[in-house]
């Protein structure tokens, strides 16, 4: 894109840069943008001449949401399995079975068109940044198809071949790890930045899941994990020991778990590349009526704590970064500075990225102008359409 692009008149700008409370705000401030970069913030008064200007009229601007777990790739919907569930049925993770059959009998368009779906929704609900996973195909073509249609949308793609043993494989689970570590991420590669893999009674146990994740790592791919979601488990002090980006879920944890998680938290001045993050991702507990994930326990053990939607037609099919801050503050015990931050820088740092979830000098300029004059707004009005503006790359969409 050409031309500069200046955002005055901004009465809140969460920058989440450090010093001004954790979210790093700042009062009456501008943001210009050039080449889709933060090149200049500060006071609105000098804000210097741009070629396009947006008032933001007194309202307050935070960076655009990045979601770091949304699986966006699939067929049908399971809306009566949810009505099921909300009538008294227990949520066991079995569903995914049904999407995949859904997956695989669709053709490449009707994916493609569910994707771009979900992330114009979730666009307007003032997501910049989001991951797409793979794991409903569950064959190798399938896998890399649905990882070549994810990456037309988002750099930030994920290989979960491991999400569920599909059911050809229900008795030689130990064939489809040979499967998944051998053809199927050879095929997927090409497409993915990340490899995930579910690590929970039911879907893939602690052996297979560290053989996985290991050719992951070989092949390139860094990691991420699904665990300890529906009971305690041996996977997210995995995730710690293999290095992994983030560990997903974090519902059921043990003392020695949230020990691990926060011995990987580092200064950020000094360096982000061995933090192992802990993403809660609310929507699941809200869709299966489950107990809530304990940030306070982990944000209070200095653990970095990210927020995501986990965007999925079973256990939790929402896009909206707002919904998700809101369940954290009401429902979690996060401060709604916490759950923010959480939902941007944190959502960054569980991709280890540090050009996106902050507003300086040098960041991408994705940003949200809210209908409201405040961030504390996004939790005290819950469900109310409060993105006014997105601006991503340096233009408003
Ligand atoms: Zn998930």
């Known amino acids: ?91 066991t993770g079995g569903g995914i079975r049904t999407t995949v059959g859904a997956t695989r009998a669709a053709t490449d368009e009707e994916l493609r068109a569910t994707v771009r779906r979900l992330h114009g929704e979730a666009l307007r609900q003032g997501t910049t940044t989001i991951e797409i996973k793979s794991g409903y195909g569950l064959t190798v073509a399938d896998e890399a198809r649905s990882l070549r249609i994810a990456a037309e949308t988002s ?18 689970p130990d064939d489809y790890v040979g499967l998944v570590c051998g053809p199927m991420l050879a095929a997927a590669a090409p497409y993915a930045k990340w490899i995930d893999v579910f690590c929970e009674r039911g879907a893939f146990d602690v052996d297979h899941a560290r053989a996985i994740l290991a050719c992951g790592q070989a092949a390139g ?18 995730g710690v020991e293999l290095g992994a980006a983030s560990v997903d879920h974090c519902t059921y944890l043990s003392d020695a778990d949230v020990d691990a998680l926060a011995s990987t938290t580092v200064d950020w001045m000094c360096g982000s590349s061995t933090t192992t993050v802990a993403t809660l991702l609310p929507g699941a507990e809200f869709s299966t009526r489950s107990p ?6 982990l944000l209070d053990a200095g653990v970095t704590v990210a927020l995501a939607t986990d965007c999925n037609p079973g256990s939790s099919y929402t896009s909206s970064m707002p919904f998700c801050v809101a369940l954290a503050v009401r429902e979690m015990r996060m401060t709604p500075a916490e759950a923010v931050w959480a939902a941007t820088a944190g959502g960054a740092r569980a991709l280890r990225r540090d050009d996106i979830g902050v507003l300086t000098p040098g960041a991408r300029a994705d940003l949200v102008v809210l209908d409201a004059p405040s961030h504390l707004h996004l939790a005290y009005r819950p469900g109310v359409p409060l993105i006014r503006q997105v601006i991503r790359n340096g233009v408003p969409q």
């Not at 750099?155 to 050809?168: I, K, N, Y």
């Not at 791919?221 to 995995?238: D, E, M, T």
């Not at 809530?292 to 326990?297: E, G, K």
């Open 155 to 172: 750099t930030e793609t994920t290989f979960l071949g491991a999400h569920v043993v599909p059911a050809e494989y229900a008795d030689r």
């Open 292 to 297: 809530y994930p304990d940030a306070r326990r």
């Open 221 to 238: 791919l860094g990691v991420r994990l699904h665990a300890n979601q529906l009971g305690p488990g041996p996977g997210v002090q995995l």
């Open 1 to 91: 894109m050409s031309g500069s692009l200046l955002i005055d008149n901004i009465g809140e700008l969460v920058t989440n840069s450090p010093g001004n409370g954790p979210l790093g705000i700042r009062r009456d401030a501008a943001v210009l943008a050039e080449e889709g970069r933060v090149v200049w913030v500060g006071p609105s008064a000098y804000a210097p001449a741009a070629d396009r200007r947006i008032d933001a009229g007194g309202a307050a601007v935070l960076p655009g949401f990045v979601d770091s777990h949304a699986h966006l790739v699939f067929a049908g919907d399971r809306a009566a399995e949810f009505a099921a569930r909300m009538a008294g049925q227990p949520y």
